[in-house]
Each structure stands twice: as C-alpha cells, then as structure tokens.
C-alpha cells in the first residue's frame, strides 16, 4: 500500500533588489531541480509538488518586502513602535559618509539600523549588561518573546504578510 504525506510548506525569502517576477523565477528554478511540480505564478498561493517516492505536498512563497522592495530588516524597519532617536540619527551618519565619498547600500543601513534600534532604543539598562543575548539580532528570539512591544504589530506593512499566513489557516 502507497501512503502520501500531505504538507503544507511555504517558501519564504526576501525580495531584496529584485522584482517579484526575477525573485518567482529564480523560487521555480529551484524547485524544479528538486520537485516535479507546476510552477508558482505569484506569491500566496498553493502549487502541488511531489517527490520521486510517491510523496505529495503543498507549496506556497513570499517575499519579505516593503512597498515592493527590501527584506526583513527593511520590515522592522518599518514597523517599529518606539521612538528610536539613536537609530534615527544614522540617517545624519549616513549623510555624513556620503559627503566623504562613501556609500553604504540600503540593505546594510537598514540591518545597521535595526541593531541601534534594537541595542540602544529598545534594551532596558538591567537588559544591556547582558546585550549580545538580549539587544541583537543574533538574541532575536529573546527579543521576540520579551519585547514584542517594540514593534507595531498592526501595521499596514504586515497586511500581506498576514494575507500569506492566512493560507495556512
């Protein structure tokens, strides 16, 4: 007797610097190297795609963007919820780079940004003794489950974001 396994599974990365047509290109070339399938024509919605053992699942993607553009960080960017006058005033460090010949792309500002947020606007003075487990990115499940405040988490940027998960529903 043949059991399928019937999944959901969803594809998830940032748009970054390309179309959602490039990055839906790029998400179908894969899987049809691993998966025989039909192929993703947008983001939130389910494909079927199987195995070489006879294994059955369903397959859904999305972009991390804002307003067509960016990642994860860009997101939080985005949607913080706290005054954030350290990480507001690299937009003056910027600037200041920038008259001394010197770039910094958006992608790097933007994680720079949400480390000055998350290390100087957000941690308490008891949390930044303690600040590489509590106050970074790389402490981002500490701060997910102790300080879900410090982001908006009604903000239109999220809307697509949650139209997505609502698939899983």
């Known amino acids: ?82 005054e954030s006058p350290h990480a507001d005033c690299l937009n003056s460090w910027k600037t200041c780079i920038e008259s001394q010949g010197q770039q910094i792309n958006q992608k790097d500002f933007d994680k720079f940004w949400v480390s000055i947020y998350l290390r100087y606007d957000t941690c308490s003075n008891q949390e930044q003794q303690q600040a590489g487990r509590k106050c970074t990115m790389s402490g981002f499940d500490y701060v997910m489950k102790h300080k879900k405040d410090i982001w908006d988490w009604d903000n239109s940027a999220l809307d697509d974001l949650k139209e997505f998960f609502k698939l899983f529903c």
Not at 15 to 36: A, G, M, T
Not at 66 to 73: I, Q, S
């Open 1 to 82: 007797m043949l059991t399928f396994l019937y999944l959901p599974l969803f594809f998830y990365t940032d748009l970054l610097n390309y179309s959602e047509p490039e990055r839906l290109q790029w998400v179908n070339k894969c899987i049809q190297q691993v998966f025989e399938s039909e192929t993703l024509s947008s983001t939130k919605q389910f494909i079927d795609i199987g195995g070489d053992n006879g294994t059955k699942a369903k397959l859904a993607c999305y972009f991390t963007n804002v307003g067509g553009k960016g990642e994860l960080e860009t997101l939080l960017k985005a949607i913080k919820a706290r």
